[in-house]
């Protein structure tokens, strides 16, 4: 039902298009002439405007460079004095200023500064003007001066040579300062080339319609613009100003290009079949290459999600694109089978974890050792110590079979562990003595059941005798990396020395030989919790204090990574 659905929507889809390309053809049979004339319209007031805001452009940027020229007054005049080798310097730094002003504005031909009083010329100059027209400048330049300190042109036209040229000048004392625009430079900045318009021209005139400059054929300089038209009725004229009206643009296209555009319905109409005819293969190839690949991609994802792990998407296409989703969306299906394998080992190794940490709690000596005292206080008459023991013993078994793979709050702990300590005292009397520096704040933190009991058990076990005193500190307080918060817990042992087999164990990940005697047994097992617990490496270290004695230092992270409870929920 959902393909037919889809099928006859595309269907619909296609039948619309068809009909809208053929009303799209009747609209533009009907309407051809007039959009174009006024498309033509546009275009060519759109090509005024650029060639307005071009010449606007070139010829202020121009006019600009001449007033920093002019701003040179000490080296104008120097230009005009009679000391030799100052005016030698003047001449020297005015043709690097005029060459730098010539390098900065390509659209100048030439930047030239005439002296009158002992004829001289300055001029930076590009290819486009020759050494035989120099003398035609200077000659023109020189008639123009008369001596005074004020601008004395604006942009005007002339002949020099055999070429058409705008000049604008200053006149400053004998010095004619100018810059040049040949009608070859104008053709370049303005490019010609580019309308996009056959059979058109474009003109530059006065400001009483003389031609100074155009990219037409047939005519002459100062012709008159209307001649243009009188000569070809079928010429239309548009026409443009620049600099305030002081020149006029004309932009001429004959007329019969707009019959043109009325037998191009023929070509218009062969783009409609021909986009009719790619918009069918466009279907073709979508639904070949892109949604048969994606119906494929949810039938194995249906297949996935039902437990078929073994599905993978194995369709053929000649396109690159579905290719790498396939191969991405295989590796993705991949990954996450070995990911759910990996999580099942883990649980595995988890369940070995707890039953080698509940063992370890159950471990034989503790209950002989407890029994053992026991016995040693009746026959001594000690009824009251055996209560008090019996009352601890009994509170730190409850205790013990409460244990697993979950946190407890801190303060529960140290209680535990006090309760302990109180047996250990009736067994060794006064051999030892433990300081706690527990902050009040830190009372409910979740730390991971036993782990102090377990350290206090070791230390009893290896280090703790009656022919010795020995002094135990535990220290709690908060440790930052990065994000991460922790707790820091601290075990400073008065006595006794870690193994180095310990201490590469714990600090360096090497191997440890387990020994018949068990010991090390506790030590590798907090470890793995820890490991299995915060899913972090390293949150055990040991050392060994110099000249005797240990420390134990514990990270606990705020945040637990797996519990008891939420295996629960995950099953």
Same mark, same amino acid.
């Given at each position: 039902?959902?393909?037919?659905?889809?099928?006859?929507?595309?269907?619909? @889809?296609?039948?619309?298009?068809?009909?809208?390309?053929?009303?799209?053809?009747?609209?533009?049979?009907? @309407?051809?002439?007039?959009?174009?004339?006024?498309?033509?319209?546009?275009?060519?007031?759109?090509?005024?405007?650029?060639? %307005?805001?071009?010449?606007?452009?070139?010829?202020?940027?121009?006019?600009?460079?001449?007033?920093?020229?002019?701003?040179?007054?000490l080296?104008?005049?120097?230009?005009?004095?009679e000391?030799?080798?100052?005016?030698?310097?003047?001449?020297?730094?005015?043709?690097?200023?005029?060459?730098?002003?010539?390098?900065?504005?390509?659209?100048?031909?030439?930047?030239?500064?005439?002296?009158?009083?002992?004829?001289?010329?300055?001029?930076?100059?590009?290819?486009?003007?020759?050494?035989?027209?120099?003398?035609?400048?200077?000659?023109?330049?020189?008639?123009?001066?008369?001596?005074?300190?004020?601008?004395?042109?604006?942009?005007?036209?002339? &002949?020099?040579?055999?070429?058409?040229?705008?000049?604008?000048?200053?006149?400053?004392?004998?010095?004619?300062?100018?810059?040049?625009?040949?009608?070859?430079?104008?053709?370049?900045?303005?490019?010609?080339?580019?309308?996009?318009?056959?059979?058109?021209?474009?003109?530059?005139?006065?400001?009483?319609?003389?031609?100074?400059?155009?990219?037409?054929e047939?005519?002459?300089?100062?012709?008159?613009?209307?001649?243009?038209?009188?000569?070809?009725?079928?010429?239309?004229?548009?026409?443009?100003?620049?600099?305030e009206?002081?020149?006029?643009m004309?932009?001429?296209?004959?007329?019969?290009?707009?019959?043109?555009?009325?037998?191009?319905?023929?070509?218009?109409?062969?783009?409609?079949?021909?986009?009719?005819l790619?918009?069918?293969?466009?279907?073709?190839?979508?639904?070949?290459?892109?949604?048969?690949?994606?119906?494929?991609?949810?039938? &194995?994802?249906?297949?996935?999600?039902?437990?078929?792990?073994?599905?993978?998407?194995?369709?053929?296409?000649?396109?690159?694109?579905?290719?790498?989703?396939?191969?991405?969306?295989?590796?993705?299906?991949q990954?996450?089978?070995?990911?759910?394998?990996?999580?099942?080992?883990?649980?595995?190794?988890?369940?070995?974890?707890?039953?080698?940490?509940?063992?370890?709690?159950?471990?034989? %000596?503790?209950?002989?050792?407890?029994?053992s005292?026991?016995?040693?206080?009746?026959?001594? %008459?000690?009824?009251e110590?055996?209560?008090?023991?019996?009352?601890?013993?009994?509170?730190?078994?409850?205790?013990?079979?409460?244990?697993?793979? %979950?946190? &407890?709050?801190?303060?529960?702990?140290?209680?535990?562990?006090?309760?302990?300590?109180?047996?250990?005292?009736?067994?060794?009397?006064?051999?030892?003595?433990?300081?706690?520096?527990?902050?009040?704040?830190?009372?409910?933190?979740?730390?991971?059941?036993?782990?102090?009991?377990?350290?206090?058990?070791?230390?009893?076990?290896?280090?703790?005798?009656?022919?010795? @005193?020995?002094?135990?500190?535990?220290?709690?307080?908060?440790? @930052?990396?990065?994000?991460?918060?922790?707790?820091?817990?601290?075990?400073?042992?008065?006595?006794?020395?870690?193994?180095?087999?310990?201490l590469?164990?714990?600090?360096?990940?090497?191997?440890?030989?387990?020994?018949?005697?068990?010991?090390?047994?506790?030590?590798?097992? &907090?470890?793995?919790?820890?490991?299995?617990?915060?899913q972090?490496?390293?949150?055990?270290?040991?050392e060994?204090?110099?000249?005797?004695?240990?420390k134990?230092?514990?990270w606990?992270?705020?945040?637990?990574?797996?519990?008891?409870?939420?295996?629960?929920?995950?099953?």
């Open positions: 039902m959902k393909k037919r659905k889809i099928r006859s929507t595309m269907g619909v @889809f296609f039948t619309t298009f068809l009909l809208l390309q053929i009303i799209l053809l009747f609209l533009y049979k009907a @309407f051809i002439v007039d959009i174009a004339k006024k498309n033509e319209e546009n275009l060519v007031e759109n090509t005024l405007q650029i060639y %307005h805001n071009t010449m606007e452009s070139v010829l202020e940027r121009l006019d600009d460079n001449l007033d920093l020229l002019l701003g040179y007054r080296l104008l005049t120097q230009l005009n004095g000391n030799n080798l100052e005016k030698v310097k003047a001449q020297y730094q005015m043709l690097q200023i005029l060459k730098e002003k010539c390098q900065d504005t390509k659209e100048a031909d030439a930047y030239v500064i005439v002296n009158c009083k002992d004829n001289s010329i300055l001029i930076q100059r590009n290819g486009n003007i020759t050494y035989d027209t120099i003398k035609d400048i200077k000659k023109y330049l020189q008639k123009r001066n008369t001596f005074d300190k004020t601008p004395t042109s604006g942009w005007t036209s002339t &002949v020099m040579g055999k070429q058409v040229y705008l000049v604008k000048y200053y006149n400053y004392g004998a010095n004619t300062i100018a810059v040049l625009v040949s009608e070859k430079r104008l053709d370049s900045l303005l490019n010609y080339n580019d309308m996009s318009i056959k059979e058109a021209a474009f003109y530059l005139t006065d400001k009483k319609g003389k031609i100074l400059c155009g990219s037409g047939d005519w002459t300089y100062g012709e008159a613009i209307e001649n243009l038209q009188k000569q070809d009725p079928s010429i239309s004229i548009y026409q443009g100003s620049v600099l009206d002081a020149y006029q004309y932009y001429s296209v004959k007329s019969s290009e707009y019959a043109a555009y009325s037998t191009s319905g023929i070509v218009i109409f062969g783009f409609l079949v021909l986009s009719l790619s918009f069918g293969t466009i279907v073709w190839y979508m639904q070949k290459e892109i949604f048969r690949p994606i119906a494929d991609l949810f039938w &194995v994802s249906r297949k996935i999600h039902s437990g078929d792990f073994r599905a993978r998407a194995e369709y053929n296409t000649n396109s690159y694109e579905m290719e790498e989703v396939k191969q991405a969306y295989n590796d993705m299906v990954t996450i089978l070995e990911m759910r394998v990996q999580k099942y080992e883990q649980e595995l190794r988890m369940k070995d974890v707890q039953l080698k940490y509940i063992h370890m709690q159950l471990k034989p %000596h503790y209950f002989l050792n407890a029994l005292t026991i016995n040693s206080m009746v026959y001594q %008459h000690e009824e110590n055996v209560h008090a023991f019996i009352q601890a013993f009994s509170q730190n078994i409850r205790y013990m079979f409460r244990t697993g793979l %979950h946190t &407890v709050p801190l303060q529960d702990e140290i209680k535990n562990a006090k309760g302990y300590l109180e047996m250990q005292r009736l067994m060794y009397r006064d051999c030892f003595y433990v300081y706690m520096d527990i902050p009040e704040e830190l009372l409910q933190y979740p730390v991971p059941q036993m782990i102090l009991h377990t350290f206090l058990e070791n230390i009893f076990k290896h280090v703790i005798s009656i022919d010795s @005193f020995t002094t135990v500190l535990i220290q709690a307080l908060w440790s @930052f990396s990065g994000k991460e918060v922790y707790l820091k817990l601290e075990l400073y042992i008065s006595q006794g020395q870690f193994s180095q087999e310990i590469d164990f714990v600090n360096k990940d090497m191997e440890i030989t387990e020994k018949k005697d068990g010991s090390g047994i506790g030590i590798k097992n &907090v470890k793995e919790v820890l490991k299995m617990m915060y972090q490496d390293h949150l055990l270290y040991l060994n204090l110099e000249p005797e004695g240990t134990i230092t514990i606990i992270p705020k945040t637990l990574k797996c519990t008891d409870e939420e295996k629960d929920e995950e099953r």
